[in-house]
């Protein structure tokens, strides 16, 4: 429990800051594209639907962890097609934030950042979950691959219990999600009303 509570913090801290990193370079540096380009506009409008898509996969993977993850070995719904869908879902989101930030550098930032942060930490989990739960989980991981999805494992029950406190804490995670975009828009607004001037231009 110590070392979950220890990975769970870890988790935090590491995606607030990355997040930080990439609104200040957005708020002292301004993207090559003119805000008036279609291609900013696009990929503003992927940066949103990968986002959304981040949002409602961590939802959907809420529903079925339930309060019960590290508690039992949950095999079913996402968690039957990838080891790690809460994972993939926050690289989704992670994307997203970089095409709406419009910045190449801040792209390449927050996924290689995440990567690097990231993947340490499956390492400990993976580790922990095989020393709690044993052949178990070693029979899992024979069969659901770690980060690519496999569409034809998916398996799900009739029911599933819901945590309501989970999904409280799912809709402070989506607030995490949409802040960035908010501020990003912020900043392009005050831009575009002549309030603050970037410091330079990144690609």
Not at 31 to 55: K, T
Not at 100 to 125: A, K
Not at 152 to 160: A, C, G, N, V
Request: glycine letters at 6%; a positive charge; proline letters at 5%.
């Amino acid at each position: 429990m110590i070392l979950q509570n220890s990975l769970n913090r870890s988790r935090l801290l590491i995606g607030r800051v990355l997040l930080l990193l990439a609104l200040t370079i957005v708020l002292f540096s301004s993207s090559y594209l003119p805000q008036e380009a279609l291609l900013h506009h696009l990929n503003h409008s992927i940066g949103l639907v990968l986002i959304s898509l981040c949002i409602l996969g961590r939802f959907y993977c809420t529903l079925f962890i339930g309060g019960r993850k590290n508690e039992e070995l949950v095999t079913t719904g996402p968690f039957s097609v990838v080891r790690n869908p809460l994972y993939l879902c926050s690289l989704l989101g992670i994307i997203g934030i970089g095409f709406t930030s419009n910045q190449l550098s801040v792209l390449i930032i927050l996924v290689v950042g995440m990567l690097l942060m990231y993947l340490p930490l499956v390492r400990q989990e993976e580790a922990f979950l095989q020393e709690k739960f044993g052949q178990a989980y070693t029979q899992y991981c024979a069969l659901v691959p770690r980060f690519i999805p496999s569409p034809t494992l998916y398996q799900s029950p009739k029911e599933i219990i819901i945590n309501m406190r989970r999904i409280h804490s799912f809709l402070r995670d989506a607030l995490w999600w949409l802040t960035p975009v908010i501020i990003i828009d912020l900043i392009e607004w005050s831009r575009n009303a002549g309030v603050t001037t970037p410091m330079g231009s990144l690609w």
